[in-house]
T-cell receptor
Framework: ETGVTQTPRHLVMGMTNKKSLKCEQHLGHNAMYWYKQSAKKPLELMFVYSLEERVENNSVPSRFSPECPNSSHLFLHLHTLQPEDSALYLC??????????????FGEGSRLTVL | ELKVEQNPLFLSMQEGKNYTIYCNYSTTSDRLYWYRQDPGKSLESLFVLLSNGAVKQEGRLMASLDTKARLSTLHITAAVHDLSATYFCAVDEETSGSRLTFGEGTQLTVNP
């Protein structure tokens, strides 16, 4: 198993659909992250789960809902998205301490297109 | 708020030439990471710099960290086409505990 795996790799959805992105890490890390990468914009941290706490970027709309059932799995639930939400969604994991994030290991990404 | 600035944002260079990408950041940190991203792909870790004066080299790439100047450099020696990609630096803020702040990325194109 590769370090961080994401599914699906590509997703096309309408604005009224509900879908989920899945991420699994096999590195024994204790923190997982969702990043959004849009064209010509910096990487945007959406959500962090570390030491069983959730930290979120307050600018992320509520139509994105994360779920982290355990330290190895992370989901991003999507509902009533907008076309501007089309982007590459990257999952990452790290061995986090209270002082440092640690090196991030990224999955291959899920390319989302909202019609 | 931590700011991370890379320059240049776009770099077109010829094969065989040398160049340096700069990463400046605005707050105290002694942990900095460099990543590479190929078009349509994810980010791949290149270097982890964990202290002032740290220098790491891999092939034609060398990264260094000066925490006093709040500056990291990624030096490219005798560039080849395969190095064409976008390079990101990311800074681990000492007090954040749970986030890396990424630069905007430097899109490098190496021309034959």
């Amino acid at each position: 198993e590769t370090g961080v795996t994401q599914t699906p790799r590509h997703l096309v959805m309408g604005m009224t659909n509900k879908k989920s992105l899945k991420c699994e890490q096999h590195l024994g890390h204790n923190a997982m992250y969702w990043y959004k990468q849009s064209a010509k914009k910096p990487l945007e941290l959406m959500f962090v789960y570390s030491l069983e706490e959730r930290v979120e970027n307050n600018s992320v709309p509520s139509r994105f809902s994360p779920e982290c059932p355990n330290s190895s799995h992370l989901f991003l639930h999507l509902h009533t998205l907008q076309p501007e939400d089309s982007a590459l969604y990257l999952c990452a994991s790290s061995q986090y301490t209270t002082k440092n994030t640690g090196e991030l290991f990224f999955g291959e990404g899920s390319r989302l297109t909202v019609l | 708020e931590l700011k991370v600035e890379q320059n240049p944002l776009f770099l077109s260079m010829q094969e065989g030439k040398n160049y340096t990408i700069y990463c400046n950041y605005s707050t105290t940190s002694d942990r900095l990471y460099w990543y590479r991203q190929d078009p349509g792909k994810s980010l791949e870790s290149l270097f982890v710099l964990l202290s002032n004066g740290a220098v790491k080299q891999e092939g034609r790439l060398m990264a260094s960290l000066d925490t006093k100047a709040r500056l990291s450099t990624l030096h490219i020696t005798a560039a080849v086409h395969d190095l064409s990609a976008t390079y990101f630096c990311a800074v681990d803020e000492e007090t954040s505990g749970s986030r890396l702040t990424f630069g905007e990325g430097t899109q490098l194109t190496v021309n034959p």
